[in-house]
């Protein structure tokens, strides 16, 4: 199977801050990487789509880039609504996996 | 406008079954595969399986492989996930998902706990 790293686990940061989380495959995907925020008791919302390509209706702070087996998602300026948990995965081979996620905190 | 709507979890004791089903519309349902997630409480998203819009084909997570059963019935656009042989670990809210991959879709999940 291919495993999927994020980094960090957690995140601290203020609004209007830029952050980057970063997603690592254990083999090539090429750019078949999506990103997913989810907030508590609620179900993953689709970001980025082929590892950088915005989803409809997802604000433009949002931004993935990346190939291969390295990935980034970069928030330009946070804003109060993004303070969530962050998942990337993998849908290149069965079982498409997901990165163990990254929890965006308040500083 | 698409809606996913889960719905048959429960408690269950370890060794039963339960049936997953989740109710589909506003979208051509044979066009899309469709796929399940669970996330386990306090837990990451973890694949657990994925059906084609054909239904021709079936992929699953290696630990249920043998346990579940993913179906889908296109009259009723509908795709279920059968669950025998329950463990604790498959403890957890289960989503489904339109699409193979980056999903644009999700419904609201349904949690299945597998306790004595």
């Known amino acids: 199977d291919i495993q999927m790293t994020q980094s960090p686990s957690t995140l601290s940061a203020s609004v209007r801050d830029r952050v980057t989380i970063t997603c690592r495959a254990s083999?090539?995907?090429?750019?078949?990487l999506a990103w997913y925020q989810q907030k508590p008791g609620k179900a993953p919302k689709l970001l980025i789509y082929?590892?950088?390509s915005l989803q409809s209706g997802v604000p433009s702070r949002f931004s993935g880039s990346g190939s291969e087996t390295e990935f980034t998602l970069t928030i330009s300026s946070l804003q109060p609504d993004d303070f969530a948990s962050y998942y990337c995965?993998?849908?290149?081979?069965?079982?498409?996996?997901f990165g163990q996620g990254t929890k965006l905190e308040i500083k | 406008e698409v809606q996913l709507l889960e719905s048959g979890g429960g408690l269950v004791q370890p060794g039963g079954s339960l049936r997953l089903s989740c109710a589909a519309s506003?979208?051509?349902?044979?066009?899309?595969?469709m796929t399940w997630v669970r996330q386990a409480p306090g837990k990451g998203l973890e694949w657990v399986s994925v059906?084609?819009?054909?239904?021709?084909?079936?992929e699953y997570i290696e630990s249920v492989k043998g346990r579940f059963i993913i179906s889908s019935d296109s009259s009723k656009n509908t795709v279920y996930l059968q669950m025998n042989s329950l463990r604790a670990e498959d403890t957890a809210v289960y989503y489904c998902?339109?699409?193979?991959?980056?999903?644009?879709?999700w419904g609201q999940g349904t949690l299945v706990i597998v306790s004595p």
């Open positions: 082929q590892a950088s």
């Open positions: 995965q993998q849908y290149l081979t069965y079982p498409y996996t």
């Open positions: 059906i084609s819009g054909s239904g021709g084909v079936r």
């Open positions: 506003g979208f051509t349902f044979t066009s899309y595969a």
């Open positions: 998902a339109k699409g193979d991959g980056g999903h644009d879709y």
């Open positions: 083999q090539s995907i090429n750019d078949w």
